[in-house]
């Protein structure tokens, strides 16, 4: 089945310093990849959409120069956390389309991001 | 804007019970609905998808129905087991968005 491959599961950083998070689809294409986050006991939400060779487009609430997104190539988006603070820390997930829109969405495993 | 409300937020229910699990969505231009399963500190696993021009579909225990005329989703699961404790997600695809709602936390008690 169609696997996404995210890194680093796991992320510690001081205050002021950034974070990049990839995320990959190891075999399959994917045009389109979307990035969440998520607090602790509460649901996903959605950051921005990512469309390969195109900015991305984020949600209102979500500042566009601190989450910086790059969908590069069909199988590579990363997210970079700049300047991160520790209320950036969440756990962020990424996920990719396999085909058109009506195609399942596949996620990766998730990045747990600790600023300190 | 389209809101995705689950219903109920959490569930406890004793070992080989049969369960629903319930979703309803404000906008009806949807162009699928996806149930997920998250464990906690992973991340999601995709369950099921439905297609806006069907009505349910199945794997192994998990049914889900879609009315999209009606903005509701069900999951049912049958026989549940304790392995299936988890946080279940529903989320809706309509203009290259993707909404989610709050989740369920299951949890099976042998």
């Known amino acids: 089945g169609a696997v996404v491959s995210q890194h680093p599961s796991r992320v510690i950083c001081k205050s002021g310093t950034s974070v990049k998070i990839e995320c990959r689809s190891l075999?399959?294409?994917?045009?389109?990849m979307f990035w969440y986050r998520q607090f602790p006991k509460q649901s996903l939400m959605l950051m921005a959409t990512?469309?390969?060779?195109?900015?991305?487009?984020?949600e209102q609430g979500v500042e566009k120069d601190k989450f910086l997104i790059n969908h590069a190539s069909l199988t590579l988006s990363t997210l970079t956390v700049t300047s991160a603070h520790p209320e950036d820390s969440s756990f962020y997930i990424c996920?990719?389309?396999?085909?058109?829109?009506?195609?399942?969405?596949?996620f990766g495993n998730g990045t747990r991001l600790t600023v300190t | 804007k389209q809101e995705v409300t689950q219903i109920p937020a959490a569930l406890s229910v004793p070992e080989g019970e049969n369960l629903v699990l319930n979703c309803s969505f404000t906008?009806?231009?949807?162009?699928?609905l996806q149930w997920f399963r998250q464990d906690p500190g992973k991340g999601l696993t995709s369950l099921l998808l439905?297609?806006?021009?069907?009505r349910e579909q199945t794997s192994g225990r998990l049914n889900a129905s879609l009315d999209k005329s009606s903005g509701r989703s069900t999951l049912y699961i049958a026989a549940s087991q304790p392995g299936d404790s988890a946080t279940y997600l529903c989320?809706?695809?309509?203009?290259?968005?993707?909404?989610f709602g709050g989740g369920t936390r299951l949890m099976v008690k042998p």
């Open positions: 996920s990719a389309m396999t085909g058109g829109i009506n195609s399942p969405l596949h």
């Open positions: 439905i297609q806006s021009s069907q």
């Open positions: 906008d009806s231009a949807i162009y699928n």
């Open positions: 075999d399959f294409q994917a045009t389109t």
């Open positions: 989320a809706v695809l309509g203009g290259n968005m993707l909404t």
């Open positions: 990512s469309n390969e060779g195109s900015k991305a487009t984020y």
